[in-house]
């Protein structure tokens, strides 16, 4: 069994930071790639960040110069900082994985529960 919890979500006036963590346990031999999606009220679930086991960093056009990803490859991982944050961010965020069980097993995706960042105007 794998988990994914997410934490760092709140309310955040425009303008400010708030820094998503989000780890992985349970049975893990590798971990290929780790995201963040976002979906806010009425619209589609859309990638925010992510980032591969070679920290290759991908960023939505939306975000870049503001997001950040980094990795405690030790703790199984990912933070997201989020700066200069606008009302759109507002949006239930999830984590993504791309996690390898047992080795030769194949690679599976599992998600977070999700954690609510709400930004005022």
């Known amino acids: 069994q794998v988990q994914l919890v997410e934490s760092g979500g709140g309310l955040v006036q425009a303008g400010g930071s708030l820094r998503l963590s989000c780890s992985a346990s349970?049975?893990?031999?590798?971990?290929?790639?780790m995201a963040w999606y976002r979906q806010a009220g009425g619209k589609q679930r859309e990638l925010v960040a992510s980032?591969?086991?070679?920290?290759?960093?991908n960023y939505a056009d939306s975000v870049k110069g503001r997001f950040a990803l980094s990795v405690d490859n030790a703790k199984n991982t990912v933070y997201l900082q989020m700066n200069s944050l606008k009302p759109e961010d507002t949006a239930l965020y999830y984590c993504?994985?791309?996690?390898?069980?047992?080795?030769?097993?194949?690679?599976?995706?599992?998600w977070g529960q999700g954690t609510q960042v709400t930004v005022s105007s």
């Open positions: 993504n994985a791309a996690i390898i069980a047992v080795r030769d097993w194949p690679v599976n995706d599992y």
């Open positions: 980032i591969t086991r070679s920290g290759d960093r």
């Open positions: 349970g049975s893990i031999f590798s971990i290929t790639a």
